[in-house]
């Protein structure tokens, strides 16, 4: 790896941690998108989207189900 490729990924990958919100322990997935745009030739957020995992392009957080019991409601008196 040429010194200047290692740099060019090294300030990408700082960009991308920064952008994620400084997270730990996601140095390598940074270090691989990077490293992916540069050596792509991509450098923009169509990148970064393209390389995002499935699982978490859905961030939204879910709403909780109603987990409150149903009410029985009155039976009619029948006639016989």
Wanted: avoid cysteine.
């Amino acid at each position: 790896m040429t010194d200047d490729r290692q740099e060019r990924i090294r300030r990408r990958a700082h960009a991308i941690w920064e952008q994620a919100g400084r997270p730990d322990g996601a140095h390598q997935q940074h270090w691989d998108q990077a490293a992916a745009e540069i050596d792509g030739g991509e450098s923009g957020p169509k990148a970064k989207l393209a390389k995002k995992p499935a699982a978490a392009k859905d961030t939204k957080p879910k709403e909780p189900k109603d987990t409150r019991p149903k009410t029985a409601r009155p039976r009619k008196d029948s006639a016989s």
